[in-house]
């Protein structure tokens, strides 16, 4: 880490001049405060899109440090993180419109990520560092006909840093925080001869506490903590104005000590470790952009104590896309996406026998009908190895009414269904079954936005998914009830979600900005569908600079009621609604090369449950310095 300082702020800063790629000459590329890509792949104003989409933009993450990745994702309307007030580096759920974690797919740079070897596809992230992150788009509803498989119930694409400066920048961020927690983080970006370039590493310890909730207080449970790392090489080069290549190359890896359930300690370590790298060449043309996206990852899972167990996956994805513009108002986007997965779980299973693929051609198109009104609508033929073929859609008008010079009203509705295929392990394992079907969900939304002089925004969105052909562990029981095994089935039915979600924000004036959102989801008949899922979720900020330099920022979060089927007493249990409170507060000076910045959470030191049997973070606090230099 010190070797990498003395890099990052050592080498001389001097001017570089590089070509720039020419940026796509289409009415989709306007100016504006905020623009979103994620819904249709096309850049968009995010009152011109017709999708419901929050965007996390570097500001937000910055003021927000101290936190982890998972934290700030809670935040965001309609979603709901489990297991994030536990101990550092416990593992988290993330739920979206009532959908579990197989329902919302993570993209890195807009690339699908995914565990070959988990038992439900899903990305821990626990892996990547809040440091390494530029932005956040949470795109809601299905839309596995630009993504593929687990675009269900939403996608979150995390966009990393790339090489900002023209010259040269070193940064290095240093923070402490409760429970012994170190972050340090260091950087460099810049241009030299051309090629940009930005290297990165991080190291976050915390000793952390009991994981388990100790009730009996017969011995004291030990300290459950993280130690993680992450480093990230990302290089690009502008061969011409019209083509240019990048290409990535990252490390992540964590430990972490885990207890050995509800209310019982043990001391258990978990070793996660992900290799990615990733090439990207680029072509623009007159009338539009030819990209090809490849991403090779590799990753293991190591457990050591009670069930010692360990899994390897990997997984490649070649994504090769066209957008062009037909007319002045007709675009196309159009590609083909190969993704190849396999897993080994020793001693069972090894990469030979575990290997499955899928081909899938898709087609999209923005029409721009008026200036007012656009539609999106796309098709893909999924090609599996394992299941066959299956078509998904999406239809998304979107009208934009323009009720005054400084006021849009944005009116959309959308239909699309989507898919989730089952994962190595259902498929391969000594559980698996090789005749499992893809689940299937068909989305409706319909919604509306008001957006006034980039002062004011408000969005209401009503939505409800059905899905279908769930897959689901069945367990099979001898005549006296004991049991004595089971397979992974699609289980018979249709499970069924609805909701609505609202949110504003409102520039006060340029030094107080207040925000809100509000979910509700549907009270379903039976709660099993709900497990662990709130109904009412109700989040609050209010940002202000008092004085010059200074940013201070307030949230508050209300969780609603959970239900929870306990093993211990074998019956439904209900865990209390709790409310938190958070600030956040830095201060810049030498022109901005220097922040401080600190964060007290759960001021009121709230003592609730988030996850039945586990501990949650009373009050804590971090604080820490950044440092750029040019």
Not at 306 to 333: C, E, M, W
Not at 417 to 446: A, V
Request: charged share 20%.
């Amino acid at each position: 880490m010190c070797c990498l300082c003395i890099f990052l702020f050592s080498y001389p800063s001097i001017s570089q001049s590089g070509q720039m790629g020419s940026s796509d000459s289409t009415w989709l590329d306007q100016t504006i405060e905020e623009i979103v890509v994620t819904g249709t792949r096309y850049k968009l104003p995010v009152e011109n899109s017709g999708k419901t989409i929050f965007k996390l933009t570097k500001k937000d993450i910055e003021r927000n440090a101290g936190k982890t990745l998972a934290d700030l994702i809670n935040e965001v309307p309609g979603v709901h993180i489990d297991g994030n007030y536990g101990s550092p580096g416990t593992n988290v759920s993330y739920f979206v419109r009532g959908g579990r974690n197989k329902s919302t797919l993570i993209l890195i740079d807009g690339i699908p990520m995914n565990d070959p070897s988990a038992i439900t596809p899903f990305f821990d992230l626990r892996l990547l560092s809040l440091n390494q992150v530029e932005s956040i788009e949470i795109l809601k509803g299905g839309l596995s006909t630009l993504y593929g498989t687990g675009a269900a119930a939403a996608v979150i694409n995390i966009t990393l840093k790339d090489a900002e400066a023209q010259n040269h920048r070193g940064v290095v961020d240093l923070n402490y925080g409760s429970y012994n927690t170190f972050n340090a983080h260091v950087s460099r970006d810049g241009n030299f001869n051309g090629i940009r370039y930005l290297v990165s590493a991080s190291n976050l310890f915390s000793q952390g506490f009991s994981s388990a909730l100790d009730t009996n207080q017969v011995q004291e449970f030990d300290k459950d903590g993280i130690n993680k790392r992450n480093s990230i090489l990302k290089l690009g080069y502008d061969f011409t104005e019209k083509f240019s290549l990048n290409g990535l190359v990252s490390f992540d890896a964590f430990e972490v000590d885990f207890d050995n359930g509800a209310f019982s300690d043990a001391e258990n370590m978990q070793f996660g470790e992900l290799l990615k790298v990733g090439l990207k060449p680029r072509y623009v043309y007159k009338r539009g952009v030819l990209e090809l996206k490849t991403m090779y990852s590799f990753n293991t899972n190591r457990f050591e104590g009670v069930f010692p167990i360990a899994y390897k996956g990997r997984n490649l994805q070649l994504d090769l896309n066209n957008k062009h513009q037909l007319t002045n108002r007709l675009t196309s986007f159009a590609g083909v996406e190969l993704q190849q997965l396999n897993y080994e779980e020793e001693p069972l299973q090894t990469f030979d026998n575990t290997k499955f693929s899928s081909i899938a051609p898709y087609g999209s198109f923005l029409y721009q009908v008026t200036d007012a009104f656009n539609i999106h609508a796309g098709l893909r033929l999924n090609n599996h190895s394992t299941y066959g073929s299956n078509w998904v859609y999406n239809l998304n008008p979107n009208y934009t009414i323009s009720a005054t010079k400084a006021t849009k009203i944005k009116l959309y509705s959308s239909v699309s269904s989507s898919y989730i295929t089952p994962t190595g392990f259902q498929l391969f394992s000594f559980l698996g079954n090789q005749e499992l079907e893809p689940e299937e969900s068909l989305n409706y939304e319909i919604g509306t936005g008001i957006f006034w002089d980039q002062r004011f925004s408000w969005n209401l969105a009503f939505f409800t998914r059905e899905e279908n052909n769930t897959i689901g562990f069945v367990s099979e029981f001898d005549d006296e009830g004991n049991f004595i095994g089971g397979t992974y089935q699609n289980v018979v039915g249709t499970r069924n979600v609805s909701g609505v979600e609202t949110d504003f924000k409102y520039d006060i004036s340029k030094k107080y900005t207040f925000a809100g959102n509000y979910t509700l989801l549907n009270d379903p008949e039976l709660a099993s569908e709900f497990y662990r899922i709130p109904k009412h979720k109700i989040g609050f900020t209010f940002d202000m600079q008092p004085v010059e330099q200074t940013t201070i920022s307030i949230k508050y979060t209300q969780v609603g009621a959970r239900d929870i089927f306990d093993f211990g007493s074998f019956s439904e249990l209900t865990l209390d609604s709790y409310s938190l409170f958070d600030v956040f507060a830095n201060y810049s000076l030498m022109n901005d090369t220097l922040e401080i910045y600190g964060a007290l959470n759960n001021i009121l030191d709230k003592d609730f449950v988030g996850v039945h049997g586990f501990t949650t973070r009373g009050r804590n606090f971090s604080f820490g310095l950044r440092f750029s230099r040019f």
